[in-house]
């Protein structure tokens, strides 16, 4: 196909053409494909933004009213329990890795922090092309079943009341700090 062909058919192309054309015509992809693909996107989308809104959120709730000094002083302290002590700032955090790294800071490695990485990884397989292979727990995630119970496994997580009482930030502060920070998400179980 020449050039000047291609050009006419992406001027003349909808809004779905244009996606049928790289993902059926050009990748070869199938229905099946495209449909895992477009649940995985859409999923790893909606946890990273929803891992990002709660780390802003909660970072911009417990530093309230804090003095320069004193949000520096937190940033240290949190700073320790980062795994791989990588520096961060929880208010520019660009990678879906970063903020998970953050949240374990925060909360530790548990279920949610688990899943989280679960979901890098698939999002990591279908950019480098390995749509075909995608697993959730070992099983095809062509499988509307293994779809099923990854969507289950995400809200379980999502909406689950955190359990803190092993977070190493929170047990490292003082019980000022903790009270302020308490004060300021009286939902925190401890």
Avoid at 9 to 16: F, G, K, N, V
Avoid at 50 to 73: F, H, K, Q, V
Avoid at 117 to 138: C, G, P, Q, V, W
Wanted: charged share 30%.
């Amino acid at each position: 196909m020449s050039l000047e062909k291609l050009n006419q058919l992406i001027d003349e192309a909808s809004e779905e053409r244009m996606a049928e054309m790289f993902s059926k015509a050009a990748l070869e992809l199938s229905d099946e494909q495209i449909n895992t693909v477009s649940f995985c996107f859409w999923l790893v989308y909606m946890a990273e933004s929803d891992l990002n809104a709660a780390i802003s959120e909660s970072w911009g709730n417990a530093t309230l009213d804090n003095t320069p000094e004193a949000r520096a002083e937190l940033l240290h302290v949190l700073q320790q329990f980062i795994p791989g002590k990588k520096e961060l700032d929880p208010d520019n955090l660009e990678y879906f890795n970063d903020k998970i790294l953050l949240y374990e800071g925060l909360v530790g490695s548990d279920v949610r922090s688990q899943l989280f990485r679960k979901l890098k990884a698939i999002r990591n397989d279908i950019s480098h092309n390995r749509i075909d292979t995608l697993t959730y727990n070992e099983q095809s995630l062509n499988l509307i079943n293994v779809k099923k119970q990854l969507a289950r496994d995400y809200f379980t997580t999502a909406l689950a009341e955190k359990d803190l009482s092993k977070s190493p930030f929170l047990n490292s502060l003082n019980e000022e700090e903790l009270e302020l920070i308490e004060g300021r998400f009286p939902s925190l179980k401890r």
